[in-house]
């Protein structure tokens, strides 16, 4: 079955700092990519999502991630963190049955 | 309007009670789905809709009842349920089930947090 896999479960950074969440997927089936963000108390949104073309995928709120077909990765990445970026973070994939399948999800906590 | 409303926003309930869960969006999406989302776990798929028919039932056991209306309206009928069914229970909806297009993307709720005592 397809999957994806989110090895950090918890984050810890300070104001500023450089965020990397990884992100990887199983081989097989189409491959189409999205990271959401979960705010406390909040709902889910899509911060970005790759389905075909540039491998750099840029999103809302100053985010991007890499397609890298070689690595089986998908990282969300952004240069400099704030404390309202404090959130749960989702990979997920779309499978061959159009499901959106998330991975265990990354608590990434700033600290002003 | 690009919500997705979910009502009620907090349920608690008896093993015994019957209950519904309500979603609506306005956004002429023919996809509409139920999460289920335990505690510190990611979303796990239940049901989704397509043009207003059950396209996926992710052998959810019968006491979660889904119903599809209309377009615009999603509820899941709850029905005996188990302590261990607590959860928040997340609608989402979609242009189409595909959300092939680039500025296709899956709408979430807020949410419903249900408990079962």
């Known amino acids: 079955a397809q999957s994806v896999s989110q090895h950090n479960h918890h984050v810890i950074l300070s104001e500023a700092a450089s965020l990397e969440l990884g992100c990887n997927y199983s081989y097989g089936g189409t491959v189409n990519l999205f990271w959401y963000v979960q705010y406390p108390g909040q709902h889910l949104q899509l911060l970005l999502k790759y389905f075909s073309g540039d491998p750099l995928v840029k999103g809302i709120k100053g985010f991007e991630a890499e397609f890298i077909k070689s690595k089986f990765s998908f990282n969300l990445r952004k240069p400099s963190v704030q404390w309202s970026d404090t959130a749960e973070y989702f990979c997920?994939?779309?499978?061959?049955?159009?499901?959106?399948?998330f991975g265990s999800g990354t608590r990434l906590l700033v600290r002003p | 309007d690009t919500e997705v409303t979910q009502t009620p926003k907090h349920l608690v309930m008896g093993m015994t009670n019957k209950k519904s869960l309500k979603c609506e969006q306005h956004m002429g999406h023919r996809a509409m789905y139920w999460y289920k989302q335990k505690a510190k776990k990611p979303p796990e798929l239940m049901f989704v809709?397509?043009?207003?028919?059950?396209?996926i039932n992710e052998s959810v056991p019968s006491r979660f009842s889904p119903e599809c209306p209309n377009s615009s309206l999603l509820n899941l009928h709850l029905h005996a349920l188990q302590p261990e069914d607590s959860a928040l229970y997340l609608c989402a909806s979609s242009q189409d089930r595909g959300l092939f297009t680039t500025n296709e993307k899956l709408f979430f709720g807020s949410g419903t947090q249900l408990s079962v005592l």
């Open positions: 809709y397509s043009y207003e028919k059950l396209s």
């Open positions: 997920a994939r779309m499978d061959s049955s159009y499901k959106l399948i």
